[in-house]
């Protein structure tokens, strides 16, 4: 109502004297203008929001500019000449300074200034720019006289019409700031300017209607503005408050939930920690349950207990005969454990001990004892530091103590057995290079048992002549898993015999791991082989001598026979020498006739000699071949298998390979099966020997004795190879069982085979 | 040394075989040798002939020497044996000298004594030899006598007179007489003691009174 009486009286001004319109309208937007500022200056505290520090100061300065813009407005005649373009310029001035205001102060919506740095920047900023009209005469003509508006002036308005609508954009955007009532006057107030611009934009006298519904328009605008203000900052000081205190409710209600939120949270985990407490207590019960035969709770002062009745069940008793008191429990300990489970409570009454611990024996109500665990603490303490309360629990481990009794049993029996068997166990950490042995082993090596040892520290000890001998059996070891050899060591000096038997564990990757061993001293056994060894060869040779002893009327025939020859011959020659006319060729038939006999004689001796040759111990292996070796077993034979009168055949294969061995040995196993086979044909009408040789495959070669004798009990053959056994009467039994030694030594294979009915096949194998 | 007289080796050993053969001729033997005793058996009809003596090794493959010996003796064949062996032992020898071997002779053996072992070996079958050839010429002699001048002959080695002869055989003394004479003749004696030795020689035996 107001307004419109306002906006009559300014018309009828202008009406009657447009200068005084302007004069006036101006004024009243530059009173407004002023009051916004000394508006925001007031109630700058409650305003939150810093656009209205913004427009505060910016219509400050645009109240200024709109000023002088009123004071040169065409007419006033205050600036002399040319005043229509000063009031334009500064018009464009107030308007720029006013849009850009509106535009800048978005930016503070939700960002916080000072006033006093906004008044100097506004100041500055003004000082320069009307500096530039009054002083320099810089700025661009905007009004020229008779022309009109220039069209620098009236892009300009187009480009702050812009810039409003920009503003206004802004403000739109940012509408959740304001309230609904200032949003629409800010609003209001952009539109108003945007369509009082459009309006000067169109006049060409700056006394035309477009000038004047434009300055109608501006009060509008300016009023606008204020209004906001007011509405913000006065009339409703709170609602803008209430605004924020809403939206900080808003917010304090999505704390609220959000809390509500982590407090249901928190009850969860709460929840699931009191039930897993719980779980705990629980399995804690079980445990004990499982674990223990019963809790107990002791008044130290009064002797006062408390006994579970799992405790009173476990030793057979019922919770009636059982007294709560001390006493009871002393009477069942075992009397011989009683000193010893007082010393064990006074050590931990004491401080002593943190926990009471010991293992002693109840008696069960049935008179029998238990092996009893019994473990507690002291929970309270008098002021003195005595003891007042003890909680503890007690355990069946009756069978543990069997169990722990057989395993030192055990344990003592199998180091009983390594003491026995000169042995020791070790096992090896390839990670560490540590050696871990066991006792007895230590005992072997002589070494300490506080000296930790490596594998390389029993190197040391391994005899120098076995060193390269036992790494590489370790080499071989590495990658076959396992290695059982032999060999010495030198231990305080001495030699000894170790046999090793190690065992490699490879891990995922199968890198070895660990290595177990089993170490023997052998040193006694090894002494012993030796002796056998020698008593063996004694004994082969014995045996070779009895088998000759066989045979000697044979051998003397055998001898015999050249030596007969050469006597006849040499008593023919001597007789030939007599005659007066001596045949001289004869005689010399003579002496060529005895030599020969006499190096047939010579050949029999040098093979019985062979024959009887003791050997030594180490096996004396050359190459032979092995029919000649045969040859050399029937020189001697032949006599006495004419006095026997055996047929002999013989099969010699000409093409085999030399064999490795040793020739006396060999010609021994031929001598006695030719020997056997010989007695088997005893008495037999048909008396017939087969010897042969051949190629049994392609790495061995077979030497066979057939007889047409007896045969031989097939249900005994396996007992024939083995000492002291014979089918012959006087037989001691030794002759098949060294044969066995012997081939076995050559790595071969001694067997007979009956091929017909009649007679036996006992033949030999040898690798080529 | 008897002229003609051979040796006969049978020995399986070469050496042996050879040896002996040179030992014995340069004795002057003639010498025949086998290898086997087999053999030997085939062919054994030149030792009637002229003295002779066998050379045998015990021990050959085979039949061996005491075989040969016991072969012999049981085909009637008749001749001494030197055995000679290897390895001979006693109670072998002790059965092939009861057998009627000369001798046994163990290899190897001294020559001198294997020389005297043929020599009287050959000297006896010289003897031998003789004495067979004797009884065949009486043998012949007595088949011509007539079975009464046989009769007569038997008679007459008893030693009996003839008067009594004529009395055991219900003759005359006369008759006697004549047949004596007869017997005397054809036997080529000439006396009733000669008579009495080719009885002996033949096997005779004088009669007998009933």
């Known amino acids: 109502m107001l307004t419109m009486l306002l906006f009559s009286a300014l018309y009828l001004a ?82 720029y300074s006013e ?21 100097a920047i506004y100041f500055i900023a003004h000082a320069v720019i009307l500096s530039s009209v009054f002083i320099f005469d810089l700025f661009p003509v905007c009004f020229q006289e008779g022309v009109g508006l220039t069209p620098f002036k009236i892009i300009n308005e187009y480009v702050i019409m812009a810039i409003l609508g920009f503003a206004l954009w802004g403000l739109v955007r940012n509408r959740g700031s304001f309230d609904r009532t200032v949003m629409r006057l800010l609003a209001g107030s952009i539109i108003t300017t945007i369509l009082a611009e459009s309006a000067f934009t169109r006049y060409v006298s700056a006394y035309g209607t477009a000038n004047m519904i434009g300055h109608f328009l501006k009060i509008l605008s300016f009023f606008f503005i204020y209004k906001a203000i007011i509405q913000v900052g006065i009339q409703h000081p709170f609602s803008s408050f209430f605004r924020e205190l809403t939206q900080k409710e808003k917010k304090l209600l999505e704390y609220q939930s959000e809390l509500e939120a982590l407090v249901f949270e928190r009850t969860t985990k709460l929840n699931e ?50 007294p709560n008191h001390v006493s009871f429990w002393e009477n069942i300990v075992h009397p011989d454990d009683l000193p010893r489970v007082r010393e064990a409570l006074q050590d931990h009454f004491e401080g002593r001990t943190s926990l009471y611990k010991i293992e002693n024996r109840l008696r069960r109500k049935s008179g029998e004892y238990r092996w009893n665990l019994d473990r507690g603490k002291v929970v309270e303490w008098d002021a003195n530091g005595d003891p007042l309360r003890m909680v503890g629990t007690d355990s069946d481990i009756t069978e543990r103590k069997k169990a722990q009794e057989a395993l030192v049993m055990s344990e003592r029996l199998l180091r009983k057995a390594y003491e026995v068997a000169n042995s020791g166990t070790w096992y090896y950490d390839f990670a560490s290079n540590i050696v871990s042995w066991s006792v007895g082993f230590r005992e072997i090596l002589g070494i300490s048992q506080k000296v930790p040892l490596t594998y390389d520290m029993y190197l040391d000890l391994v005899h120098p002549d076995d060193l390269e001998y036992v790494k590489k059996k370790w080499q071989i070891a590495l990658e076959e898993g396992s290695y059982d050899e032999e060999h010495r060591i030198i231990v305080d000096g001495l030699v000894r015999w170790v046999r090793s038997k190690v065992e490699i564990e490879f891990d995922d990757t199968g890198v070895p791991s660990r290595a177990l061993g089993v170490t023997q001293d052998i040193t006694d056994y090894k002494i012993s082989q030796q002796d056998a060894e020698v008593l063996k060869s004694e004994l082969s040779h014995i045996s070779r001598v009895a088998t000759i002893g066989e045979l000697t009327a044979a ?46 004689a010579s050949d029999v001796i040098t093979k019985l000699r062979n024959l009887l040759k003791k050997s030594t111990t180490a096996r004396e292996f050359a190459f032979i071949n092995i029919n000649e070796l ?139 | 040394m008897k002229p003609n007289a051979l040796v006969v080796v049978i020995d399986d050993d070469p050496s042996i ?53 016991r072969e012999l003796n049981k085909r009637n064949i008749s001749v001494p044996i030197v055995f000679i062996s290897g390895h001979g032992d006693i109670p072998m020898s002790v059965k092939a000298m009861k057998r009627g071997a000369v001798d046994f002779l163990p290899k190897p053996f001294d020559t001198k004594k294997l020389l005297e072992a043929i020599e009287s070996a050959i000297d006896k079958d010289a003897a031998i030899k003789k004495s067979q050839k004797d009884f065949q010429k009486i043998k012949k002699l007595i088949e011509k006598l007539t079975p009464r001048e046989y009769e007569t002959f038997r008679w007459l080695i008893t030693g009996m007179l003839n008067k009594q002869i004529a009395g055991e055989m219900g003759v005359t003394e006369k008759t006697i007489k004549v047949h004596r004479a007869r017997v005397m003749e054809k036997l080529q004696v000439d006396s009733v003691a000669l008579l009495v030795r080719i009885a002996d020689k033949a096997g005779i035996e004088p009669a007998k009174k009933i």
């Open chain 1, 14 to 95: 202008s009406r009657y004297n447009y200068l005084l319109f302007h004069t006036t309208a101006e004024i009243f937007s530059i009173v407004i203008a002023f009051s916004i500022f000394i508006l925001v200056l007031n109630i700058r505290s409650y305003l939150k929001n810093h656009y209205f520090f913004i427009l505060g100061v910016a219509y400050l300065f645009v109240g200024a500019v709109d000023l002088l813009h009123t004071l040169a407005y065409e007419g006033m005649g205050i600036f002399g000449s040319n005043e229509t373009n000063h009031a334009t310029q500064l018009w464009i001035i107030a308007r």
């Open chain 1, 99 to 119: 849009s850009i205001s509106l535009l800048i102060a978005l930016y503070f919506v939700t960002r916080k200034t000072k006033l006093s740095v906004l008044f």
């Open chain 1, 273 to 322: 920690a009191v039930e897993r407490l719980q779980e705990n207590e629980r399995r804690l019960e079980y445990a004990l349950e499982a674990t223990t035969d019963g809790v107990w709770d002791w008044n130290v002062k009064t002797g006062e207990v408390y006994f579970s009745s799992k405790w009173i069940n476990s030793l057979g008793y019922t919770a009636e005969e059982v």
């Open chain 1, 555 to 600: 051998i003397a025939h055998e001898l015999n026979q050249p030596l007969t020859a050469i006597l006849n011959n040499a008593e023919t020659g001597l007789h030939l020498l007599t005659e007066s006319n001596p045949d001289v060729k004869e005689i010399n038939d003579i002496f060529i006739d005895i030599i020969a006999d006499n190096k047939r």
């Open chain 1, 630 to 768: 045969i040859e050399g077993v029937l020189a001697i034979l032949y006599s006495e298998l004419v006095i026997r009168n055996i047929t002999l055949k013989k099969e010699l294969s000409d093409t085999l390979p030399l064999v490795r061995g040793d020739g006396v040995q060999l010609q021994q196993v031929i001598l006695n099966l030719i020997s056997n086979a010989l007695d088997a044909m005893e008495g037999e009408p048909v008396r017939s020997l087969l010897i042969y040789t051949a190629q049994a495959d392609k790495s061995n070669i077979e030497v066979g004795i057939s007889d047409t004798g007896s045969g031989y009990d097939k249900e005994k053959s396996q007992l024939l190879f083995t000492p002291f056994y014979s089918t012959k009467r006087n037989g001691l039994g030794m002759g098949l069982a060294i044969c066995n030694a012997i081939i076995k030594a050559h790595n071969g294979r001694i067997g007979m085979r009956s091929d017909s009915s009649k007679g036996t096949t006992s033949f030999f194998t040898l690798p080529v």
């Open chain 2, 17 to 69: 075989r050879k040896s002996l053969k040179r030992l014995l001729h340069s004795r002057g033997y003639t010498v025949e040798l086998f290898n086997s005793a087999q053999e030997f058996l085939r062919k054994n009809d030149f030792i009637r002939s002229s003295p002779c003596c066998l050379i045998l090794d015990v021990r050959m493959p085979g039949l061996d020497g005491m075989d040969l010996h």
